[in-house]
């Protein structure tokens, strides 16, 4: 069984930094996708970054050139760098990954629990 370990969320200061990590855990033959989204209290989760095997990597216009996804593929995890953060950064954290577990398989969506990111002086 697949899961997704998230952790590296909690308190900072505005304009300060904070790491993501998603680790997995069980076997997997392939990662597709890993993706990081939020969500505040009382709106609906959205997409923060996505970074797919061979293809283009994506930003939320929010985050764009203070956040960076990255990948360690040995590690089967995806990390966050989140700088310049600001208070309406402030969310639950979530990742997910796209992975097929066999090779003739279909691909599998797993999420993880979330991590509390809050931005607050």
């Known amino acids: 069984q697949v899961q997704l370990v998230e952790s590296g969320g909690g308190l900072v200061q505005p304009g300060g930094s904070l790491r993501l990590s998603c680790a997995s855990t069980?076997?997997?033959?392939?990662?597709?996708?890993m993706a990081w989204y939020r969500q505040s209290p009382g709106q609906q989760r959205d997409m923060v970054a996505i970074?797919?095997?061979?293809?283009?990597?994506r930003y939320a216009d929010s985050v764009k050139g203070r956040f960076t996804i990255s990948r360690d593929n040995a590690k089967h995890t995806v990390y966050l760098q989140m700088n310049s953060l600001k208070p309406e950064d402030t969310a639950v954290y979530y990742c997910?990954?796209?992975?097929?577990?066999?090779?003739?398989?279909?691909?599998?969506?797993?999420w993880g629990q979330g991590t509390q990111v809050t931005v607050s002086s």
């Open positions: 997910y990954f796209d992975v097929k577990l066999r090779q003739l398989s279909p691909a599998v969506r797993y």
């Open positions: 069980g076997s997997i033959f392939r990662i597709i996708t």
């Open positions: 970074l797919s095997d061979g293809g283009p990597t």
